[in-house]
C-alpha cells in the first residue's frame, strides 16, 4: 500500500490544521493506523494511532486533547484534526500502516510510510 500525507503548511499558535493520509494500493481498512512526528534534531515520535475498526484510539500526551485521529474507509483516509497548535508542534508529520489490527505507539511497529507533510507554528 501507499500512502500519501497532505495538509500541512504554516499556521499560528492555537490555529488549527486537518492532516490527511490517503491510501492506494491497497484497502486502508486492512491496517491499523498512526501518525507520528520528527522535528529537526529529534528522534521520530509518536503522534496517534487507531485500530483497523477505528474503535479504538491512542494520543500521546503532548497532544491529548488537542488533536485528534479519525478514519473514513470507505475513503481509504485517515486524518489527524489538530486544533490548538503550539509551536512545540512544528515537525514533518507522517503517516504509517500496520498489518494488524491494534493500535501501536513504536515506528518499528509500522509496516508502511507516507513521504511526510510538513506543519510550522508560528509564535
Known amino acids: 500500500v501507499q500512502l500519501q500525507a497532505s495538509g500541512g503548511g504554516l499556521v499560528q499558535a492555537g490555529g488549527s490544521l486537518r492532516l490527511s493520509c490517503a491510501a492506494s494500493?491497497?484497502?486502508?481498512?486492512?491496517?491499523?493506523m498512526g501518525w507520528f512526528r520528527q522535528a529537526p534534531g529529534k528522534e521520530r515520535e509518536f503522534v496517534a494511532a487507531?485500530?483497523?475498526?477505528?474503535?479504538?484510539?491512542s494520543h500521546a500526551d503532548s497532544v491529548k486533547g488537542r488533536f485528534t485521529i479519525s478514519r473514513d474507509n470507505a475513503k481509504n483516509t485517515v486524518y489527524l484534526q489538530m486544533n490548538g497548535l503550539k509551536p512545540e508542534d512544528t515537525a514533518v508529520y507522517y503517516c504509517?500502516?500496520?498489518?494488524?489490527?491494534?493500535?501501536?505507539?513504536?515506528?518499528?511497529?509500522?509496516?508502511?510510510w507516507g513521504q511526510g507533510t510538513l506543519v510550522t507554528v508560528s509564535s
Open positions: 487507531i485500530s483497523r475498526s477505528g474503535g479504538t484510539t
Open positions: 494500493g491497497g484497502t486502508l481498512s486492512t491496517y491499523a
Open positions: 504509517a500502516a500496520r498489518e494488524g489490527a491494534l493500535v501501536r505507539r513504536v515506528p518499528s511497529e509500522y509496516d508502511y
